[in-house]
């Protein structure tokens, strides 16, 4: 069997402070303890790491100049050369994340992904790569943003992050070195106490996705809520899908979001809108393949405008 390889991940884009953050945690004799560690550089920023600093007798460094030499192959070879027990790697902004996780060895671990971003920049980053700062944000374990003064919205950062993970830790670090952590409480945006939780149009892709994370807690609420209807053969007598389309990053990443309906009427024509008034049930259905997941036992369907914005989106 394989020795597991321990990957820390430092991603964000150009100048956001990662080169600094590495040579600081190298620098730290708690992870500095002699093993022989490989660093990939896979771009070069104004700062450049100082080996004699830290631990350079087992510390090696090689550079990547191109996604294409992240492939399983060439890197099981450099772990091989320096004999490296684990591996540090410096990530592009501007490459995919795939190209890094399809390339990793199998025993290739991550065991902590870090991503770094200028506070007083991101916004703007985010609105013109909105792709790429997706891209890292999502599988991020904490994201820090430098360079952070009080005039600097802390919720605005917040909502984009949160937009795209809702699990990593942020923190906001301050150009003396003093870090804030977030504190920000991300309430839902309708009352789940309410007799009937009403889910506006904005709110399907929230509504969806807690649903989905933390399912159980909906059992037996009352919703209602506005959905373009779906139907097909291969679904059993009674039961069709209502949904919406939900975009996480950009238009390429549309997909439909749709729920399985229990509904004793005629069914609703295909493609048409409806209001549905509907006790949520978590059990099983030929609807989700034979899992269980959350069918809405429809108490009231009644015809529905087509809302002003079709695609639904979480920020």
Known sequence: ???????YLFTGF???????????????????DGENTLILMCEEGEIELDPPKFCDKNTYIEVIDDASQLAVEDLTK???KYDAKRVLIEYNGMWDMEELFYGMPDNWIIYQEFMFADSTTFVQYNANM??????????????????????IDRMELHKIVRGANRRCDIVYERPDGSVIPDDIVDPLPFDLNAD??????????IWYRDMDEEM?????????????CANSSKLPAGIFVIGRE??????????????????NG???????????????SIKKTKAYGNKVGPVLVIQKLEPAEEPEETVCTFY
């Open 1 to 7: 069997m394989e020795r597991e390889i321990p990957v």
């Open 14 to 32: 150009l100048e956001a402070g990662k080169t600094q953050f590495m040579q600081g945690t190298l620098e730290d004799p708690r992870f500095c």
């Open 78 to 80: 450099l772990v091989e």
């Open 130 to 151: 909105r792709q790429q700062a997706f891209n890292k944000l999502k599988t991020c374990d904490c994201i820090v943003f430098n360079r952070y003064n009080d005039s």
């Open 196 to 205: 009937v939780v009403e889910i506006a149009d904005k709110d399907y892709a």
């Open 216 to 228: 159980d807690k909906y059992d037996g609420k009352v919703v209602r809520v506005k959905g373009i």
């Open 246 to 263: 939900v975009m996480t990053c950009c238009e390429a990443d549309i997909k439909p979001a749709g729920l399985a309906c229990e509904y």
């Open 266 to 280: 005629p069914k609703p024509a295909p493609r048409s809108w409806v209001m549905i008034t509907a006790k949520i």
